[in-house]
């Protein structure tokens, strides 16, 4: 059974909502979190409010994917990694064809670590994730991060790199719409020294 989640009250100011808002008509905020780049402008105890108001929501609707995303990203922003894997994997089990997941998934894989210090494990099964991510939705940040993984864990370990080469993950993700504040996003939630890599991202 699918079910809609209704926010009554706004997680941030605590105002009552009117039916059909995605909007707070007070303090402005988006009553539905659904991307970490929005939520990476607001402060921590912020993000808290709002993982707070989805918590209590989840102790009755515990399968919503919509409201599981939304908790697995305030996990995310927290660095609460391993809780927001499991929130997105949730959403997967419910909803497997919401291509964010995919990618939200792998970042809580990474835990903001450099993607040169991954396991093999760790690697392979963020790709595994990102090729369905992609299937679905073909994305600009999808093949970025997919390139950004062949490159810093399989070229610079000295590792075999295997198809899709990095250079053509990049070059479809050149061809795709960017959204300039989601690539931000990604890439502040990765541990990148090389700027040459930073570039490419944002040519």
């Given at each position: ?25 007070y ?37 919503v ?5 939304s ?8 660095g ?38 991954l ?85």
């Amino acid at each position: 059974m699918n079910v809609t989640l209704k926010i009554v009250e706004c997680p941030q100011c605590g105002a009552p909502v009117r039916q059909q808002r995605q909007q707070c008509e007070y303090c402005q905020v988006a009553l539905k979190v659904q991307t970490l780049s929005y939520l990476d402008h607001f402060d921590q105890s912020s993000v808290k409010k709002y993982l707070q108001h989805y918590k209590s929501i989840h102790t009755t609707f515990p399968d919503v994917p919509e409201l599981n995303m939304s908790i697995g990203l305030c996990h995310l922003n927290l660095g609460l990694y391993d809780m927001a894997r499991n929130h997105f994997l949730k959403v997967i089990e419910v909803e497997p064809d919401r291509s964010e997941a995919y990618y939200y998934v792998s970042l809580s894989i990474i835990k903001k670590r450099k993607p040169k210090n991954l396991n093999l494990r760790e690697a392979k099964q963020i790709e595994r994730f990102l090729e369905i991510a992609i299937r679905i939705t073909p994305t600009a940040k999808f093949y970025y991060l997919w390139a950004i993984l062949k490159y810093e864990y399989y070229y610079k370990n000295g590792l075999r790199v295997t198809s899709p080469h990095y250079d053509e993950l990049f070059a479809e993700g050149h061809a795709c719409k960017k959204d300039h504040s989601e690539l931000k996003s990604l890439l502040d939630h990765l541990t990148i020294e090389d700027p040459a890599l930073l570039k490419v991202v944002f040519a």
